[in-house]
């Protein structure tokens, strides 16, 4: 069984967990950095047609979007012409007893999976687990992370978090539990690491008959399914075995094959700050003689179309998960993925999460405020999606319902005084008369604010009465 | 089943009773950005971002391509390598290293693919600014198995194959065939950050960049 975000403390206490870790914090750092200067430099190549591809990336998702029943009837009608077999999920139990059901028809209780972003938020593993299936990890941050009993807090990189000595620990630890050893004697060195974590995938590899995936795209007019991914577990898994299922958000579609050549230079460059990634495997359907016999998508809801009725929401819909704006967000830099509470954490989780899981905990109606709205997330997502926007939005939303009675009642109040301005001159007149007895450190729950800021003097008189005094009478 | 695709669908639409009902569903095709970017000769542009993988390039004349196979195959100490079955045997002219034919009829067993010393392939398209070999499964390609599963892959691109950006490549393509799209050999970069190249895909790639004779 492995760990899960449930039980995890709203963002602010998380997060002061998490910044008092000078390990994490000086990890973070020098990762985010690094693909920070990578990406930019990739991005600066194409010169002004970034600009041109990004809002053509948005301009496709966002009509995708509008349109959305059609392309998954188109998408659905291609897979199936070419050999697949389409199944529909409302929630994440649905589509976890769908796969479930599915992996128990091929008779095999093992499965090799790709890192895939969907599963984790439906907590496919556990529910395979729950029904005697091992699900295997194969992306190495992924491996790291399960072999860890850890969470990741990345969308890119799971591991970020840790270090390499964490990381042979881990290997030393656990690898010998699932399947191959750690070598003796290994180091730290990354590439004994890697090393390491070949020899123990190969033979599973050869060995599983069943994979699941996720897909970065699904192109509603082909029927095609495509995967970027670097180390190759990702081709591994979509064409050796038998069985391949793949569980794939509705909002993951693109219209048309050409619109493929948008994403394909946006999504790399974006992410790992690569010109392309080292491997993208496309299939349709099934090929006979290549590739597994057997392929089933799963189109998942889980949410989505709570946050596609949201005309302001709508957008984050737009994400293709690159990450690019978790490694440019200084809050996400001294937090880490963690204190988010969710699979998709940073800028993007803030507002995704929330409205696929709908504000009713105190950890998602945490989550609009984890951010200081710098705007830099938004101006790096090469779909344009205007992240502090939805922020702003989803706090009006949290503002509007049951909570923060105190917060409210102190804005009902500052309504009425600055509503009127004789109620407003007679407070500062009060305020101004009283400058003296204001305590340094505010009492109650204020006293929060306070402990960390200085209280503002209060002026002998406003400059209202300043203005009144001086300056009425000369023109 | 069918429940819940009727449901999931009635949410979507409910989900979008903003858009208009005459809003057109297809899109008209603009394409606002370019083909390519003006990087330099796609050959020479394609071998540097060749190199800046890591892959091994070598550009040679058409008339002396059997013999850098053979050198190549010599060089890498490869025996036995796998080959597509539709693959140019010319190209072997000169080696005495064994071909292993692999075909969808009669497919190579994994544990063998996992034994050869290399594989060596030809290509569909490359595409120069971005450094990627697209392989798309034709006879002389092969079975996605066989450039996955070897630690070595010789891959032959003639110069007519290369295209500057993505979007021509993606023009010449077709979906319905199982595609591959190579950009230097497997890596990760999941350790802090340090690419290490060679993870589960070959370790190496090699690349023999065929000018015209």
Redesign the interface.
């Known amino acids: 069984m492995s760990a899960t975000f449930l039980g995890i403390p709203p963002f602010p206490e998380a997060a002061h967990e998490a910044v008092n870790d000078s390990r994490l914090r000086h990890n973070l750092r020098k990762a985010t950095h690094t693909i920070r200067d990578k990406r930019a430099s990739v991005v600066t190549e194409l010169e002004d047609d970034w600009e041109r591809l990004r809002s053509e990336g948005a301009a496709i998702k966002n009509h995708t979007l509008r349109h959305l029943d059609h392309y998954l009837e188109q998408l659905e009608a291609s897979v199936e012409r070419a050999g697949g077999h389409v199944h529909w999920a409302a929630d994440a139990a649905e589509a976890n007893a769908i796969v479930t059901r599915l992996v128990q028809a091929t008779g095999e209780t093992d499965v090799v999976k790709v890192k895939s972003m969907a599963t984790q938020e439906i907590e496919l593993n556990n529910a395979l687990a729950e029904a005697g299936i091992t699900a295997y990890e194969t992306d190495l941050a992924e491996l790291i992370v399960q072999l860890g009993d850890d969470l990741p807090s990345h969308i890119l990189v799971p591991a970020i978090h840790l270090g390499r000595s964490q990381i042979r620990e881990i290997f030393l630890d656990q690898m010998a539990e699932w399947g191959v050893p750690a070598p003796a004697g290994l180091t730290d060195d990354p590439r004994a690491l890697a090393e390491a974590a070949r020899v123990h995938l190969r033979e599973r590899f050869l060995r599983t008959r069943t994979a699941i995936s996720g897909a970065n795209f699904a192109v509603a007019d082909s029927g095609t399914l495509v995967v970027l991914e670097s180390e190759g577990n990702g081709r591994m898994c979509l064409t050796l075995p038998e069985t391949l299922i793949s569980v794939v958000g509705i909002e993951k579609i693109v219209p048309t094959w050409a619109d493929l050549e948008v994403f394909m230079q946006t999504l790399p460059r974006s992410s790992t700050g690569e010109r392309m990634n080292p491997y993208t495997s496309t299939w349709t359907g099934v090929t006979p003689g290549d590739g597994p016999q057997e392929f089933h998508l799963v189109l998942l809801d889980n949410g989505r179309t709570d946050v596609l009725a949201d005309t302001v929401g709508r957008q984050a819909l737009r994400c293709i998960r690159c990450s690019a704006c978790l490694n440019t967000c200084p809050v996400y830099e001294r937090t880490g993925g963690h204190a988010y509470g969710s699979v998709y954490p940073g800028p993007i989780g803030a507002i995704l999460t929330p409205q696929l899981r709908g504000m009713s905990s105190e950890v998602d109606e945490a989550l609009p405020y984890a951010s200081s709205l710098c705007g830099a997330c938004y101006e790096v997502c090469p779909v344009a999606i205007d992240i502090p926007e939805v922020l702003v939005h989803l706090r009006e939303e949290v503002a509007a319902g049951p909570g923060h009675l105190g917060e409210k009642a102190m804005m009902k109040g500052a309504e009425a005084v600055f509503g009127s301005s004789r109620a407003l001159d007679a407070a500062q007149r009060a305020a101004g008369a009283a400058r003296n007895l204001v305590p340094r450190h505010l009492p109650g729950m204020a006293g929060a604010w306070t402990d960390t800021r200085d209280l503002p003097d209060v002026p002998a008189e406003s400059f209202r009465q300043w203005w009144n005094k001086h300056e009425k009478g000369q023109s | ?1 069918s429940t ?2 009727e ?3 009635a ?6 009773t ?2 208009p009902a005459d ?1 057109p ?1 297809v ?1 008209p ?6 083909d390519s ?1 003006g ?1 330099g000769d796609a050959l020479e542009v394609l071998e540097d ?1 060749l190199r800046d ?1 890591k892959a091994l390039v070598r550009r040679v004349p058409a008339d002396r391509l059997a013999q850098e196979v053979a050198d190549a195959l010599e060089r890498r100490g490869a025996k036995a390598v796998a080959v597509p079955d539709g693959i140019d045997a010319d190209w072997f002219a000169r080696t005495g290293a064994e071909r292993r034919p692999d ?3 009669r ?1 190579l067993e ?2 063998e693919l ?1 034994r050869v010393d290399g594989v060596v392939t030809a290509c569909a398209v490359a ?1 120069a ?4 070999i697209v392989l798309d ?1 034709g006879p002389d390609q092969g ?3 066989i450039t ?2 070897p630690d070595y892959h010789l891959c032959v691109v003639r110069a007519e194959q290369v295209v500057d950006g ?2 021509e ?3 010449q393509l077709d ?20 690419r ?1 190249e ?5 370790r190496t790639l090699e690349v023999l960049l065929v000018d015209p004779a």
């Open positions: 089943m819940s695709r449901r999931v669908l949410r979507v639409r409910a989900a979008l903003d858009v809003e569903v899109r095709v603009e394409r606002p950005y370019a970017h990087m971002r993988y075909s969808r009829d497919p994994l544990r996992d595409i600014e971005t450094g990627t499964g079975r996605r198995a996955l599963v993505v979007p490549a993606v023009r979906p319905a065939q199982p595609l591959t799209w190579i950009s230097g050999p497997s890596a990760t970069s999941d350790i802090e950050l340090n290490v060679g993870v589960h895909g070959p």
